[in-house]
């Protein structure tokens, strides 16, 4: 993509979605730190179905810990790998006590330490809670980046660095939350619905599915 179409492509999202959110339900920083670890490899529509009952029950990491790792794994069972995203949410909360006054820390580096949060948890957390210019690389984004020509590459960490360099500063700090939207809604992984895409103008993509 040129930065033409770049700077286009972006315009018409903004224009569609001016003030896009996280699909996910939070009222804290804490809520979405642990709504975010939990989404690893589910929706968002099952991680909020287990967070309805767990958030009213335990909603910081000293009642999460009161809970104990059994009774966690109770409200969090219906969503995939529970039991170790209930091990790691533990261990977080543990460390969020004993390092950081029982608080969600601001850094990257401090972030990532916590179990269970790589970069992808911390750049949404960054950027949702924060308001950092970060690009959280998840399934969504990862595909429509390579596919619209928007930032090719092989890995996450590539695609990010991309985003990062090509996206306008003016769309950078809600620049994620419009790809991974496009990209669960329109741009679908096994048929991408180009006929009902404001922005298939400004993609690379060749072989656009015509209406059916």
Known sequence: MTPRAI???FATLKAANPTPVSELEYSSVFELLVAVLLSAQ?????????TRRLFPIANTPQSIL????????GYIKTIGLFRSKAKHLIQTCQMLIEQHGGE????REALETLPGVG???ANVV???AFGEATMAVDTHLFRVANRTGLAVGKTPYEVEM???QRVPKAYLTDAHHWLILHGRYICQARKPLCWQCGVSACCD???KTPRP
């Open 42 to 50: 589910a929706t968002d529509v099952s991680v909020n179905k287990a």
């Open 205 to 207: 993509f060749q072989d």
């Open 7 to 9: 700077e286009s492509f």
């Open 162 to 164: 991309g985003l990062l």
């Open 66 to 73: 009161a809970l104990g790792q059994n009774r966690l794994e």
């Open 119 to 121: 970069r992808k948890t």
């Open 126 to 128: 960054l950027n949702v």
């Open 104 to 107: 969600v820390p601001r850094s």
